[in-house]
């Protein structure tokens, strides 16, 4: 079975600083997506970011992006000019192919101090 | 916008207590899943449905049960509430991956915090 792990349950950033949360799977699958979702105290969870496997290229949106490594089954968020907005839980989540459920991972809580 | 919305943020009911969760969306989607969020244990999926009338058990399905009479609507029921049932249940959505483009991302709602007594 498919499984996620995210081992950092709590991180902290400062400010206009730069972040990276880990996240590792274990999949047999060669065709699967992954997903970073956002879920900021009291409010829905929003996606932040996607990454189709059988794409080279580490996806990127404004201030986020990933570090994709398949061999190594790692897939970690990188968040820059970090602000006090993106105080949240961060959960990574993967979907094999042939099926529409998504795993997720424990979850990581992001504070950013001033 | 998609709109996932859940009945309510907040309930209280005691042990015991038949309780209905009540998720409604307005994007046409065909997927509706339920999950529950408790600290330390992330998203765990309860049941889910990919059509009116269809389920599909989760990982954690004891003493829950799901209905789907309506494409927007996935009710989630629990028959007799007990303590360990108090969590975060989230509702969610998806257009189908078989056959389709998308990379089925899940599109949720604000979550309802239930608390048993």
């Known amino acids: 079975a498919q499984t996620v792990t995210q081992s950092q349950p709590e991180m902290s950033v400062q400010e206009a600083e730069t972040v990276t949360l880990s996240c590792t799977y274990d999949?047999?699958?060669?065709?699967?997506?992954l997903f970073w979702y956002k879920q900021p105290p009291s409010r829905q969870m929003i996606l932040v970011i996607r990454?189709?496997?059988?794409?080279?290229q580490n996806a990127t949106e404004n201030r986020f992006s990933v570090n994709f490594q398949k061999a190594a089954k790692s897939f970690s968020l990188k968040i820059s000019d970090s602000q006090l907005g993106d105080a949240a839980m961060y959960f990574c989540?993967?979907?094999?192919?042939?099926?529409?459920?998504?795993?997720f991972g424990t979850g990581t809580r992001l504070q950013v101090f001033p | 916008d998609v709109k996932v919305t859940q009945s309510s943020r907040y309930l209280v009911k005691r042990t015991g207590e038949k309780v209905f969760l009540e998720c409604v969306q307005d994007?046409?989607?065909?997927?509706m899943f339920w999950y529950r969020q408790d600290p330390g244990l992330g998203l765990r999926l309860i049941y889910f449905?990919?059509?009116?009338?269809?389920?599909e058990k989760g990982d954690i399905p004891e003493g829950y049960s799901v209905s789907r009479e309506k494409k927007e609507r996935f009710s989630l029921i629990l028959e007799s509430a007990s303590t360990n049932q108090t969590s975060m249940y989230l509702c969610?959505?998806?257009?189908?991956?078989?056959?389709?483009?998308?990379?089925?991302?899940?599109?949720f709602g604000e979550g309802s915090r239930l608390t048993v007594l």
């Open positions: 989540a993967y979907r094999s192919g042939d099926t529409d459920k998504l795993i």
């Open positions: 994007m046409d989607h065909e997927n």
């Open positions: 990454q189709e496997a059988y794409k080279q």
């Open positions: 999949t047999s699958e060669s065709d699967y997506y």
């Open positions: 449905s990919y059509d009116v009338k269809m389920k």
């Open positions: 969610a959505s998806s257009w189908i991956v078989a056959g389709q483009t998308n990379t089925g991302e899940l599109f």
